[in-house]
């Protein structure tokens, strides 16, 4: 499996874009991007994945470079609700599509 | 659609007792996931199947640490006997054939004593 690296954490202010970015220099060309994030005292929630273009969902934008060895996710307008540790991980189908879950980035978001 | 249903929420037992968790993942989701997450690190995968046949069990301590899927369906995750390190919160996850995401539970929080 594509192993990534994020930033331990990152302070953001409400009502600011959050962009939280990952490297993940390793990735095969079928391997897809996910994006993650965990609230405190819940599970994991799905945000947003991507293979080789960018994307946008109702929650976010993931931006892929044109190499695809690292992405930036977006969070257009951060709100207190978005504090959260937000997970990279890179996976397909010859991972079985296993989800490999790393430290993460610990996100902030401040009023 | 109803979320991916575990039981109980908490639990806290003494070391050497036994555990049993249990996991209703949502319905026709064939691909279903147990991780433990140790306070402070990311989830692992301790097992995953897919509808009841093991897919990767590779970092589940076989020892003391089973699990089931009745029926490809609900799963049962067991520990005999429990370590002071297994205190963690448990969390239970699915996916359907086509694997666009997947869906967590809530978590099952174990602290052993």
């Known amino acids: 499996d594509a192993k990534t690296t994020q930033p331990t954490s990152m302070d953001c202010a409400e009502g600011r874009a959050a962009n939280l970015p990952c490297n993940h220099s390793?990735?095969?060309?079928?391997?897809?991007v996910y994006w993650y994030r965990q609230i405190h005292s819940q599970g994991p929630q799905y945000i947003i994945h991507?293979?080789?273009n960018n994307e946008t969902n109702e929650m976010a934008s993931l931006i892929i470079t044109e190499d695809r060895k690292s992405s930036t996710l977006i969070l257009p307008h951060a709100t207190l609700r978005d504090t959260a540790v937000y997970y990279c991980i890179v996976t397909g189908k010859a991972a079985g599509n296993k989800l490999t879950f790393g430290g993460g980035t610990r996100v902030l978001v401040k009023p | 659609e109803a979320g991916v249903a575990q039981s109980p929420r908490y639990k806290i037992i003494e070391k050497r007792q036994s555990v049993a968790f249990w996991c209703n993942p949502i319905s026709g989701h064939a691909t279903l996931y147990w991780y433990q997450q140790i306070l402070g690190q990311g989830p692992k995968l301790l097992i995953q199947?897919?509808?009841?046949?093991?897919?990767?069990d590779s970092q589940l301590p076989k020892d003391r640490f089973s699990a089931e899927r009745l029926k490809g369906v609900d799963s049962t995750l067991k520990i005999q006997p429990a370590k002071l390190e297994d205190s963690a919160v448990y969390l239970c996850a699915s996916s359907d054939q086509g694997f666009t995401e997947a869906f967590f539970g809530q978590g099952t929080r174990l602290t052993v004593v």
């Open positions: 991507g293979l080789k």
């Open positions: 199947f897919q509808n009841n046949g093991v897919v990767d």
């Open positions: 390793t990735i095969s060309g079928n391997e897809y």
